[in-house]
């Protein structure tokens, strides 16, 4: 069984920054990229940034500079620190882990909230 456990969503003021984490656990083989995706409500979830067992990393184009992804490939975390947040990036952010066997799992998700 494969579990992803995100932390760090919250409240934060716009301009400010937050860090967030994602820990997987459980069998798991051949994973290709660790990735954060977000959802707002009546939107489809979309991809914020994902990175690779190699360090290649992919930001969505709104990210511009803002948000960082990170990833310890010997205890299966990754993190996103973001800065700059706007209203905008409020949503709920989930974590997703994609294998070489192309099958993919999804954390429970964590809500940022930016506030004016």
């Known amino acids: 069984q494969v579990q992803l456990v995100e932390s760090g969503g919250g409240l934060v003021q716009a301009g400010g920054s937050l860090r967030l984490s994602c820990a997987a656990s459980?069998?798991?083989?051949?994973?290709?990229?660790l990735g954060w995706y977000r959802q707002v409500p009546g939107k489809e979830r979309e991809l914020v940034a994902d990175?690779?067992?190699?360090?290649?990393?992919n930001y969505a184009k709104y990210v511009d500079g803002r948000f960082t992804i990170s990833r310890d490939n010997t205890k299966n975390t990754i993190s996103l620190q973001m800065n700059s947040l706007t209203a905008e990036d409020t949503a709920v952010y989930y974590c997703?882990?994609?294998?070489?066997?192309?099958?993919?799992?999804w954390g429970q998700g964590t809500q940022v909230t930016v506030f004016a």
């Open positions: 997703r882990l994609f294998t070489l066997r192309g099958t993919t799992y």
């Open positions: 459980g069998k798991i083989l051949g994973i290709i990229t």
């Open positions: 990175i690779t067992t190699s360090g290649i990393t």
